[in-house]
């Protein structure tokens, strides 16, 4: 009787012991599994970063990098001494307060800040996430990002980012160097955002009211809406403002395609349209026409620049005639 029973208890413990091996093996092998999920996703991203660092930096090396020191030198400017007033100096820096006191024609002479700081405000919003042809908006955006940064860096300016939703997603305060900007590519491709919706207004303030050194500011979004313009109106009487609009062809019009089912993937909501109805065609290109009419508008009124490229279309030529176009 005891014999039985010791030999039912060493079969329950061997039984014990290869239920335990086997859940270690299962955690082992799913550890495993996702180590190498993991490394393969670093290692596709890599691949990402690589191939637009190689393609943006030629772009920048080639053709950027003058225009761009061109584009922004002397915006940050800073009072060096008075001088006597010489024929051909712009009377618009005459020193009135030293001329009156000396009788004499007086000018104020200001130097170019060697460093400028380069701020890129980026939209991650769902509505980023959209592409018709061959490309999404997030990664236009990604490639314009790195050609922007890759030029401020051979001009020895800082770059920083900031990601924005209907809040500050993510802030990389400005550095230098090549590591540095490589992180912003990385950033770029691979961020997942916490919220899908979009606010602008309540982007630029904040960032207003942090940032006090005078920056070049690049705002890259697609620009959907229409409530921005006393934020940037403020943002751009303190910063060096250019807009980027990086849009799709749904973002212009709807195709006549018939009945429709649409997701909203800023808001969630799914509808279906009756393509074939023009009256519904017309409101959307209606709206989409508004917001365009807010863009040109809000940019022109506030003094900012501004930059429109569609997704699908080269944007090499859209950035070369900024660049050149002062």
């Known amino acids: 009787m005891q014999t039985a029973i010791i030999v039912i208890v060493g079969l329950i413990i061997v039984s014990i012991i290869i239920y335990i091996d086997n859940l270690l093996l299962a955690k082992k092998k799913n550890i495993v599994d996702i180590t190498i999920d993991n490394t393969q996703k670093t290692s596709d991203l890599l691949k990402k970063v690589r191939k637009i660092e190689i393609k943006t930096k030629g772009i920048t090396n080639h053709i950027f990098s003058g225009e761009y020191h061109s584009k922004f030198k002397g915006r940050g400017m800073s009072f060096s001494e008075v001088r006597e007033y010489q024929y051909g100096d712009d009377i618009r820096n005459i020193d009135w307060n030293v001329t009156a006191r000396f009788h004499q024609p007086f000018v104020k002479v200001f130097e170019e800040e060697r460093e400028l700081t380069v701020m890129l405000l980026v939209d991650v919003s769902k509505s980023s996430f959209i592409g018709t042809n061959k490309q999404t908006k ?73 940032m006090r050194k005078k920056s070049i500011v690049f705002i890259l979004s697609d620009f959907l809406l229409d409530d921005y313009f006393d934020s940037l109106s403020h943002l751009a009487k303190k910063h060096d403002v250019v807009g980027i609009k990086v849009y799709d062809q749904l973002d212009e019009a709807i195709p006549n395609i018939g009945l429709l089912q649409v997701h909203d993937v800023e808001s969630g909501h799914e509808v279906w349209l009756d393509t074939n109805n023009k009256t519904m065609l017309n409101e959307y290109k209606d709206k989409a026409n ?36 002062r």
């Open 138 to 210: 997030k990664e236009i955006i990604a490639e314009i990002c790195a050609v922007i940064a890759f030029s401020a860096i051979n001009n020895n300016d800082k770059v920083g980012l900031l990601f924005f939703s209907d809040q500050t997603e993510l802030y990389i305060a400005p550095q230098k160097g090549k590591k540095h900007i490589l992180r912003l590519i990385r950033e770029l491709l691979d961020y997942q955002p916490k919220s899908g919706q979009t606010n602008i207004a309540k982007t630029l303030e904040g960032f207003n009211n942090k």
């Open 290 to 325: 508004a917001y365009q009419t807010y863009f040109e508008q809000s940019f022109g009124k506030a003094g900012a620049d501004k930059i429109e490229i569609k997704t699908g279309e080269p944007y090499i030529y859209k950035l070369m005639k900024f660049f050149k176009g």
